[in-house]
């Protein structure tokens, strides 16, 4: 199994961006963890980082392409309002997993509390940092084994 996993805009500043929030953890840290955390299951993983919109839907484009059997997309800030995200998520014939590290539903600021995104994605997890993204690893092989 192969999961293409894309993080978006200002993840390269985790552990010194808004740590308060954020936590910590770098996003190299993130990565190594992610890669351990596949391998232990025998699964793939490709992560990749980008800032840029268009280059996150090129990636998207690409995992159909390349026969991914899933992806994993922190959209980052494109969550709240990139229509260009969603049609591309609904463009693939691949499941496609939100993750956030916080849970948007929850922080202060309102724009933060609508995802574009959600309703083109197999499922959704948020809030929980690191584990987030574990949660969505695991929910790709239960629906692989199903």
Do not use: W
């Not at 280059?55 to 800030?77: E, P, R």
């Amino acid at each position: 199994m192969t999961i293409l996993i894309i993080n978006g805009p200002n993840l390269n500043m985790l552990g010194t961006r808004e740590p308060d929030i954020y936590g910590t953890m770098t996003y190299d840290e993130l990565v190594e963890n992610l890669k351990t955390y596949a391998e232990d299951r025998h699964i793939q993983v490709d992560i990749k980082q980008s800032n840029l919109e268009g280059i996150m839907i090129d990636m998207l484009h690409y995992a159909s392409h390349m026969g991914f059997d899933a992806v994993i997309l922190n959209a980052a800030a494109f969550t709240h309002y990139s229509y260009a995200l969603y049609d591309a998520i609904k463009a693939i014939d691949l499941p496609v997993f939100e993750v956030h590290l916080t849970d948007p539903d929850t922080r202060e600021e309102p724009f933060r509390h609508t995802s574009v995104i959600r309703d083109a994605c197999k499922a959704t997890f948020k809030g929980e940092g690191l584990m987030s993204y574990k949660k969505a690893i695991d929910a790709i092989m239960e629906s692989q084994d199903a």
